[in-house]
């Protein structure tokens, strides 16, 4: 019986490319804070500061690119991609607020639709990588880089960009 925890942990190519993006992604929060912290100064360093974020930002780019590309061999990988393509469209998202409201969506479905049913030792491991990334994407959206006009209701976000998001 699978779902009474008594099978052994199922490492995919997905959980281990979703743990790569979760420790770039919080590469990329602490060179965004890094940047905030200097305020755009004349310092010199800012310039080295900025190159950091930069790169920062394009290796998560490329750590979710990595798990798009991946085939789900476990049903409980679902969430897993469908989070990476959350976090992905909100940092691409050029609509003023548009990202701050999928990050509301997301927290409305959370439960639903961003955790793995069961009670398997991988549907627990699953879970547990998506928790650290909801408290990351969090962290994301409360960047500097995502201020901008505040979205009155979450579901603001076009129909079609959260169907790609939460419909994998």
């Not at 994407?137 to 901008?148: E, G, N, R, W």
Request: net charge negative.
């Amino acid at each position: 019986m699978p779902d009474l925890g008594h099978e052994a942990l199922r490492e995919t190519a997905i959980s281990v490319a979703f743990r790569n993006v979760l420790s770039t992604m919080h590469a990329f929060i602490d060179a965004e804070r890094d940047l905030e912290d200097i305020a755009y100064s004349q310092d010199p360093a800012y310039s080295a500061w900025a190159a950091d974020t930069e790169q920062a930002y394009e290796n998560l780019a490329d750590a979710l690119a990595g798990v798009h590309c991946l085939p789900v061999d476990l049903r409980e990988d679902l969430p897993l991609k469908r989070m990476a393509r959350l976090a992905d469209a909100m940092i691409g998202h050029e609509e003023p607020g548009g990202a701050r409201a999928m990050h509301g969506e997301m927290q409305m479905a959370f439960f639903s639709r961003f955790q793995a049913s069961g009670l398997s030792q991988t549907a627990m491991h699953r879970n547990g990588l998506l928790i650290h990334a909801r408290h990351l994407v969090s962290a994301m959206i409360s960047l500097p880089l995502f201020d901008c006009t505040p979205v009155d209701e979450p579901l603001a976000v076009d129909s079609r960009a959260g169907a790609l998001v939460f419909d994998c």
